[in-house]
């Protein structure tokens, strides 16, 4: 995924909290490009929408600690009954006007 130059971090420390995934590739000017990946898990019983909004908050705060350019949310829809084509998509979203990208599985 990052092949050879760029680096991933995972369950990175950002203060007291912890994303997912980190990460690090570095630019044309030696400076470093940030990426954050959220994953989150639907299970029987949740609520499809209160786990992406709470998805969506926890991405943009840790785009803001670690100065991420990007920032992606993945939730997987571990619910019974749902096909593929109802849990595969890409959505482009926004918590309080930081861009993310939600990915579902």
Same mark, same amino acid.
């Given at each position: 995924?990052?092949? =050879?130059? =760029?680096? $991933?971090? /995972?369950?990175?420390?950002? *203060?007291? /909290?912890?994303?997912?995934?980190?990460?690090i590739w570095p630019d044309e000017?030696?400076?470093?490009?940030?990426?954050? !990946?959220?994953?989150?898990? !639907? /299970?029987? *019983?949740?609520?499809?929408?209160?786990?992406v909004a709470k998805g969506l908050?926890?991405?943009?705060?840790?785009?803001? $600690?670690?100065?991420?350019?990007? =920032?992606?949310?993945? !939730?997987?829809?571990? /619910?019974? *009954?749902?096909?593929?084509?109802?849990?595969?998509?890409?959505?482009r979203c926004a918590w309080k *006007?930081?861009?993310?990208?939600?990915? =579902?599985?």
């Amino acid at each position: 995924m990052v092949s =050879g130059h =760029g680096r $991933i971090k /995972r369950q990175y420390a950002l *203060g007291s /909290r912890r994303v997912d995934l980190l990460i690090i590739w570095p630019d044309e000017d030696d400076a470093e490009s940030r990426f954050v !990946v959220e994953c989150k898990l !639907v /299970r029987e *019983g949740r609520s499809w929408e209160r786990t992406v909004a709470k998805g969506l908050k926890q991405t943009a705060a840790y785009m803001d $600690i670690s100065h991420a350019k990007a =920032g992606h949310l993945l !939730v997987f829809d571990m /619910r019974k *009954g749902r096909s593929w084509a109802d849990r595969v998509f890409r959505q482009r979203c926004a918590w309080k *006007g930081t861009p993310i990208t939600v990915w =579902g599985a």
